[in-house]
């Protein structure tokens, strides 16, 4: 159980566009979602908390109006990359939290973004 | 932000051998959780230990924790091959209702054949 998927797994996408990445909770249900950013041979960092039904926390010197979070259901929630730049190049994670285990996070297998 | 740190940065070994990687964070905690990632894909959880337990074990793996110096430790034991891959540790700050994870750098293990 606690298997958490994201789609697309990778997306090369030219400047100026958006992007969306959908984070699902296939088998629980996911109260609280997370977005993380990794660029290459480093750690994850934090981007921002979302709740169902609620806006997103986002963390310090993330842009709101760029990373756009919407968790629009217990099972889903969606990233967009607005108008993506080569620099917003990452890997991007999520994961996913049920109401019971609050101790425990559940990832999902990441999508890279590449923007030419 | 982040608060972790760990060391070594990376680390070589060969199979058979113990692979010992550690970790430092800032803040009080509730608990802190050992993560591994094979490159480009998530992490997969490995252990948790909470802030009042000292050492815990799962299989091959030995975590301690000593939160007097704010720091954790991850034994490998009769490494693998298979077991390279990035180890991170997180922790869950008391603050912030215990709603985030705040990872470390990360270690690279390499484990040679």
């Known amino acids: 159980g606690a298997v958490v998927s994201q789609h697309p797994s990778w997306v090369i996408c030219k400047s100026g566009t958006s992007v969306k990445i959908e984070c699902r909770s296939l088998d629980f249900q996911a109260t609280t979602m997370f977005w993380y950013r990794q660029f290459p041979k480093q750690s994850l960092m934090l981007m921002a908390t979302?709740?169902?039904?609620?806006?997103?926390?986002?963390e310090q010197g993330v842009e709101k109006d760029k990373f756009l979070i919407n968790h629009a259901s217990l099972t889903l929630s969606t990233l967009t990359v607005t108008s993506a730049h080569p620099e917003d190049s990452s890997f991007y994670i999520c994961?996913?939290?049920?109401?019971?285990?609050?101790?425990?996070?559940?990832f999902g297998p990441g999508t890279r973004l590449t923007v030419l | 932000s982040q608060q972790g740190e760990e060391d070594p940065q990376a680390l070589s070994i060969q199979e058979g051998e113990n692979a010992t990687m550690n970790c430092s964070y800032k803040t009080s905690i509730n608990n802190l959780q050992w993560y591994r990632q094979n490159s480009g894909r998530g992490l997969v959880h490995l252990i948790l230990?909470?802030?009042?337990?000292r050492e815990k074990h799962s299989g091959r793996l030995r975590v301690t924790l000593d939160t007097s110096k704010k720091s954790s430790s991850l034994l490998i034991t009769a490494s693998r091959a298979a077991d390279t891959a990035s180890y991170f540790c997180?922790?869950?700050?008391?603050?912030?209702?215990?709603?985030?994870?705040?990872f470390g750098a990360g270690t690279r293990l390499a484990v040679h054949p």
């Open positions: 994961s996913a939290r049920s109401q019971r285990g609050i101790n425990e996070q559940f």
């Open positions: 979302s709740n169902e039904g609620s806006k997103a926390t986002y």
């Open positions: 230990i909470r802030s009042n337990e």
């Open positions: 997180a922790t869950v700050p008391l603050s912030g209702g215990y709603n985030k994870l705040i």
